[in-house]
């Protein structure tokens, strides 16, 4: 039997162990609550406000886009966009039923989609008010509206491929929307809310909430009446003579500020088809086309700036067939011994060709540089080409003749239209640009980036040059020159026709059936207001520029001026108020 | 005995005060608070007026623009029997500088020709 004194050892024993193993267990509790509250404290703290705080992202009103005078070209608009919550929805069947029919889409996916196990999910993005009104009547539990921005384009088709488009989540695809992407934009804003274990909102109130900044504003240089009339005159002709497609330029030559831009087929930015990516390209830019005769201008200032030829120098003509390089050189009507003048003004391309040989080949090689062509003209528009222009080094036997009358050279209209205007302006190449003020979210005018709007305009002929060849141009548009359907009256007119073979693709080679008809030119000549390119792609029949581009350069010319004579409204923002107006009368 | 009482009753009265005080100013507290609360629900309610109304404001903005459309106002125009007048049926009439009691535009269908002077001609 144990004495007592071994019992009462053994016992304050186990209490000193039981004391120990609880001791030691509350160290680790003590140094687990440390580790937790104290060095992983900070950590939980983030993530419980994490499960507890939701953060919406608060879409920025996209900038407004205006032309010259003010009018709204792109703007955004507050509309409704449908959502659900499916733990909210207890019958998804029946319900997807009752919206399929109100948003037109099968209802047996839509039923699935409200069943799956999540918290939302997006129906309908962008609606109708109409139709917002229609999901609102259903008063089906757990489907949702949520006030969102969409971009509207209220001119429609108006301007579309130049202005391009905003995409769904608000972000600019082509045209304008893209380049001025980041100041149209502005800065999301963030709402932050607290809720609760079952997600529910705690209070209605926002703990947080950082307001989004809207985008800047963009003042346009176009002209919508411009736009308009060059758009119109483009669908008539397209209309008349069955061509493909066309584009207009206009230009104000001073500073290279483009007045109208119309391309055609028409691309409307409110109905944007993903599946024809071709119909939002803005071809002013990037298609490339052979100039034809329009580029004897470039050859022709070479020429007259190097002094090779004077503008009364008698050219041989040969009466329309001249062989060189093994091939035969023609005209579209034999010619004689003329002048240079003439030259230009009946087309001449064995004039143009002579010409161009005593020219050489650096020299117009030099002058096509010095104009622009096959470089970027650095427009402010995403999606500018180029063009092609062969180096002097592969050139073929052929070049320098074919080059001078505008073959073997791939320009795009907005290079062609930027050349002219060097002419029209005394010989100074102008960077075109389509922006011509920005404005922050309060209005107030920002300053363009230099790079965006260089002031320099490189001389890329003396004025006299420029003079002597405004006086050949408009010897074109006189009767007796290839360009007489593009005279205006009572307005001096100087320009240049074009028609270029195109190139048939199933053969690689020139075919006549296939021709660009052009017209390029400035009005009035000695104190011009706009330099216009008028280009028709694949006309029916003979499709000569004269006949085909060139009356559409006057009407475009006739109407432009006559608008551009009239006083702007009283609200334009741009110009000061005038003094006249044109009258629409009643026949 | 009286020195007590008095005592007594001015402490009474201190005490009385104070809580009157402490009501008082609760109570302009309480009255600040619930008409800051009232302003704010008021705030709000105003703040989703104005929204709505910019938001209809926005929406007519873009109505009109779009009712502007030039193709529609030609359309209509067409429809009415309106032309555009041949470039000789038109004349400018310009003044340099325009009187300010007659600041106002006008123009007149004679025949294409620039009054009064060829300086303000067509650009």
């Known amino acids: ?10 016992s304050r024993g186990r209490a000193v162990a039981v004391l120990a193993v609880l001791a030691a267990l509350y160290a680790a509790l003590g140094i687990r609550v440390v580790y937790l509250q104290v060095i992983r404290g900070p950590d939980f703290v983030h993530r419980a406000e994490r499960q507890h705080e939701k953060a919406i992202a608060v879409e920025a009103e996209r900038g407004t886009i205006y032309d010259r005078h003010g009018n709204i070209l792109a703007a955004d608009l507050t509309v409704p966009s449908l959502y659900a919550v499916p733990p909210l929805i207890d019958n998804p069947g029946s319900i997807a039923r009752e919206l399929a029919v109100v948003l037109g889409v099968d209802p047996l996916p839509l039923a699935k989609r409200l069943a799956e196990p999540r918290e939302f999910i997006w129906l309908s993005r962008r609606v109708d008010p109409a139709v917002a009104k229609a999901v609102e009547d259903l008063g089906a539990e757990g489907v949702r509206l949520m006030p969102e921005r969409r971009r509207i384009y209220p001119k429609k088709a108006l301007l579309g491929q130049a202005l391009g488009f905003a995409g769904t989540d608000h972000e600019g695809l082509e045209g304008i929307e893209r380049a001025y992407d980041r100041t149209l934009r502005g800065e999301k804003g963030w709402l932050v809310y607290e809720r609760d274990g079952m997600g529910q909102r705690l209070f209605p109130k926002d703990l947080r909430y950082v307001a989004p900044s ?14 308009y009339i060059s758009e119109r005159e483009l669908d008539a002709v397209i209309a008349e003579s069955g061509a493909d497609g066309g584009t207009i330029v206009v230009m104000d030559p001073a500073d290279g500020g483009v007045l109208a831009m119309a391309v055609r087929q028409a691309f409307n930015p409110n109905d944007v088809d993903a599946r024809h990516p071709a119909s939002w390209r803005n071809r002013a830019i990037t298609d490339l086309f052979e100039p034809g005769s329009t580029f004897k201008v ?3 200032a070479a020429a007259l700036e190097a002094g090779v030829v004077r503008a009364d120098d008698l050219i041989d003509c040969e009466r329309g067939a001249w062989p060189i390089a093994g091939g035969v050189l023609h005209d579209h009507e034999p010619l004689g011994r003329i002048s240079f003048s ?43 080409v180029s063009g092609r222009v062969r180096p002097t080094a592969r050139w073929s036997g052929r070049s320098l003749a074919t080059m001078a009358i505008g073959q073997e050279v791939g320009v795009t209209a907005i290079q062609l239209v930027t050349a002219y205007a060097a002419v029209a302006n005394g010989g100074r190449l102008v960077k075109p640009h389509l922006v011509v003020e920005v404005r922050d979210e309060r209005g107030r005018a920002q300053p363009i980036a230099q790079e965006e709007h260089d002031e320099t305009h490189p001389r890329v002929m003396s004025e006299q ?17 290839t360009g007489a359907l593009a005279a205006v009256e009572g307005v001096s007119v100087a320009g240049k026709t074009g028609t270029a073979q195109q190139i048939d693709p199933a053969t690689g080679r020139y075919t006549a059936n296939r021709v660009v008809s052009s017209f390029v030119g400035f009005a009035p000549s000695r ?19 004269g006949s085909v581009a060139a009356p559409v350069f006057r009407r475009v010319v006739e109407a432009t001026l006559r ?7 009283p609200s334009d923002p741009v110009r000061p108020p005038a003094t006249a107006v044109t009258l629409l009368v009643p026949r | 005995m009286v020195a007590r009482f008095q005592t007594w009753y001015w402490r009474l009265g201190g005490v009385w005060g104070l809580g009157s005080a402490v009501v008082i100013v609760s109570l302009i507290v309480l009255w600040h608070h619930s008409r800051i609360v009232q302003l704010g629900y008021e705030t709000e309610r105003l703040e989703a007026d104005k929204g709505r109304l910019e938001r209809i404001h926005r929406q007519l903005v873009i109505e009109r623009e779009s009712l502007a459309s030039l193709d529609r106002v030609e359309h209509l125009a067409a429809g009415l029997g309106l032309v555009h007048l041949a470039p000789r049926e038109v004349v ?22 620039i009054l009064p002077a060829e300086a303000h001609a067509a650009p």
Do not use: C, Y
């Not at chain 1, 087309?347 to 470089?375: D, M, P, Y």
């Not at chain 1, 040059?465 to 020159?481: F, K, Y």
């Not at chain 1, 330099?531 to 000569?544: A, C, F, K, M, T």
């Not at chain 2, 325009?98 to 007149?108: G, I, L, S, Y």
């Open chain 1, 1 to 10: 039997m144990p004495r007592p004194e071994e019992d009462e050892f053994r």
């Open chain 1, 214 to 227: 809207r985008g800047g504003d963009l003042v346009l240089t176009i002209d919508e009446v411009v736009q």
């Open chain 1, 298 to 300: 470039v050859t022709a």
């Open chain 1, 342 to 384: 003439d030259v230009i003004a009946k087309s001449s391309n064995i004039g143009t060709a002579k010409v161009a040989l005593r020219l050489g080949q650096e020299r117009l090689a030099r002058s096509i540089a010095a104009f622009g062509f096959g470089r970027k003209t650095g427009i402010d528009v995403g999606g500018e």
């Open chain 1, 465 to 481: 040059t420029a003079e002597v060849l405004t006086t050949i141009l408009e010897r074109v548009v006189s009767p007796r020159g």
């Open chain 1, 527 to 545: 104190r011009p207001a706009v330099v216009v390119l008028v280009v028709i792609d694949n006309p029916e029949g003979h499709g000569w520029g």
């Open chain 1, 563 to 569: 608008h551009l004579e009239t006083p702007s409204a």
């Open chain 2, 92 to 113: 400018v009439v310009r003044m340099d500088p325009p009187p300010a009691e007659r600041d106002q535009t006008f123009a007149v269908a004679l025949g294409r020709r």
